[in-house]
């Protein structure tokens, strides 16, 4: 990174903007065309979940390769100045690099989703009928890397 006075390093720093962020923006490589989709997503541990629909774009690229890249961010503001050059922004981000694998077994499917419905409703169902969970594709990224920055 080439501001380092910007970089978060501290672990529970990033965790913590991962938690509170409400959107995740993960990119795609489709062949030579690169591809974003913004998702709601929920931490499992180490791993970041999204749900989608079974079928369309983002999966068949994912199937072709895994490799994803994604951003999440918070408390992002103008920072006013009196010089139009001066006009900053204010932000925390954090940026991934991890390898996306679609999770096909029913009850592992139906906890993730209890943690999207958790992270987003307030509080996971009692349980979710069989046909929403055969009907919905739950995603679970691998993470290989974090980077944070910071822009107060």
């Known amino acids: 990174m080439r501001r380092k006075e910007l970089e978060i390093t501290d672990p529970a720093a990033l965790r913590g903007i991962l938690e509170r962020a409400?959107?995740?923006?993960?990119?795609l490589a489709?062949?030579?065309e690169p591809y974003l989709v913004p998702l709601s997503f929920a931490l499992d541990g180490a791993d970041v979940v999204l749900h989608s629909a079974r079928a369309g774009r983002k999966l068949d690229i994912l199937r072709r390769n895994p490799?994803?890249?994604f951003e999440v961010e918070e408390?992002?503001?103008?920072?006013?100045?009196?010089?139009?050059?001066?006009?900053?922004?204010?932000?925390?981000t954090v940026i991934?690099?991890?390898?996306a694998e679609l999770v096909e077994d029913p009850a592992e499917k139906a906890r993730l989703l209890g943690l999207l419905a958790a992270k987003y409703a307030g509080a996971?169902?009692?349980?979710?009928?069989?046909?929403e969970i055969?009907?919905?594709?739950?995603?679970?990224?691998?993470?290989r890397e974090l980077h944070?920055?910071?822009h107060p």
């Open 96 to 99: 991934g690099f991890g390898v």
């Open 67 to 69: 490799k994803v890249c």
């Open 22 to 27: 409400l959107s995740c923006r993960v990119a």
């Open 148 to 150: 944070g920055k910071e």
């Open 30 to 32: 489709d062949g030579d």
């Open 124 to 131: 996971a169902p009692a349980g979710f009928p069989p046909h």
């Open 134 to 143: 055969a009907r919905t594709a739950v995603i679970r990224i691998r993470l």
């Open 75 to 92: 408390g992002v503001g103008v920072a006013p100045a009196v010089e139009p050059c001066d006009v900053g922004m204010r932000y925390r």
